[in-house]
């Protein structure tokens, strides 16, 4: 048997440092938000050369489009831009077909209002708090205790945290967009969690019931030696998987392929190194 909890104040010492340098970047940097969330146009055009950025947005300022990002790459525009109509879009279109003497094709045009925005919000913060609430309840009712739900809440806050500390680094840095996918990436976390801390849990109660509750430490490092491999076997799967789909997979869904392998390395991380060790000591204050 190994003795993981030997080394719990080293694994909350790693967390507390990830998660700080998350919270410094959240509140220095923020994050970057998509149309979904807070309204407005994204204009991707396909051009028959490449063409200048000084020149695109000399364009878009006649034409009175307020535009928020401009990327220029070889043979392609993206803007972001102010809510913009489709007659508005069709004159900037042929302005830039004229000034810049190529042909611009239309490869997508999206608009949405920020009441739209507003409502996928609100749906957001719903679904998070009712799948928070769901857990808490399904836990205390499966394990017959209220500490292995609240320590099993305490390792999702952990992993969400994370996450969402990781995910304003990219967003920064890397120009990563909060969008519905990183919503969906956000719950997937929050399952994968859960369902890691279950397993752990689930061998801890057994053996609680053979041996009761007097060597509470002892049986979580009984339980953690039984489980550990089966959940790096099932994690490792799923982190190859995402790592190939990060380095092959598109750029349209390359940002919610690292959100989601972060929060399977976290999830997997939390659940035998937060999750154990803070219901041990609920466990031990108890008695």
Same mark, same amino acid.
Do not use: C
């Given at each position: 048997m190994v003795n993981f909890l030997k080394y719990k104040w080293l694994y909350f010492t790693i967390s507390a440092i990830v998660i700080l340098v998350g919270l410094f970047s959240i509140f220095r940097w923020g994050f970057i938000y998509s149309i979904d969330f807070v309204g407005g146009t994204n204009i991707e055009y396909k051009t028959g050369k490449a063409v200048s950025s000084g020149m695109v947005r000399n364009i878009l300022i006649k034409k009175g489009v307020s535009a928020i990002t401009l990327r220029i790459s070889p043979g392609g525009i993206f803007i972001r831009a102010a809510p913009t109509d489709e007659k508005k879009e069709k004159k900037l279109r042929e302005a830039l077909e004229k000034d810049l003497d190529t042909k611009v094709?239309?490869?997508?045009?999206?608009?949405?209002?920020?009441?739209?925005?507003?409502?996928?919000? @609100?749906?957001?913060?719903?679904?998070?708090?009712?799948?928070?609430?769901?857990?808490?309840?399904?836990?205390?009712?499966? %394990? @017959?205790? +209220?500490?292995?739900?609240?320590?099993?809440?305490?390792? !999702?806050?952990?992993?969400?945290?994370? !996450?969402?500390?990781?995910?304003?680094?990219?967003?920064?840095? %890397?120009?990563?967009?909060?969008?519905?996918? %990183?919503?969906?990436?956000? !719950?997937?976390?929050?399952? +994968?969690?859960?369902?890691?801390?279950?397993?752990?849990?689930?061998? &801890?109660?057994?053996?609680?019931?053979?041996?009761? @509750?007097?060597?509470?430490?002892?049986?979580?490092?009984?339980?953690?030696?039984?489980?550990?491999?089966?959940?790096?076997?099932?994690?490792?799967?799923?982190?190859?998987?995402?790592?190939?789909?990060?380095?092959?997979?598109?750029?349209? &869904?390359?940002? %919610? &392929?690292?959100a989601l392998l972060v929060g399977t390395i976290t999830g997997t991380y939390s659940s035998p190194f937060i999750a154990t060790p803070i219901l041990v000591w609920m466990e031990g204050k108890k008695e």
């Open positions: 094709e239309v490869l997508r045009f999206e608009t949405v209002g920020p009441i739209i925005g507003k409502e996928t919000v @609100r749906k957001t913060i719903i679904a998070t708090l009712l799948g928070v609430s769901a857990i808490l309840i399904y836990m205390s009712f499966a %394990f @017959r205790g +209220f500490n292995f739900a609240v320590s099993a809440i305490l390792a !999702l806050v952990h992993d969400l945290m994370v !996450l969402v500390g990781m995910y304003a680094l990219l967003s920064h840095f %890397f120009g990563a967009q909060v969008d519905t996918l %990183f919503v969906t990436a956000v !719950l997937t976390t929050m399952s +994968f969690s859960v369902h890691d801390t279950i397993v752990i849990f689930d061998k &801890i109660r057994e053996h609680m019931k053979e041996e009761g @509750r007097r060597n509470v430490e002892h049986i979580a490092n009984k339980a953690l030696t039984e489980t550990m491999v089966r959940s790096l076997n099932n994690s490792m799967t799923i982190v190859f998987v995402l790592l190939a789909l990060t380095l092959l997979g598109g750029s349209t &869904i390359r940002f %919610f &392929i690292i």
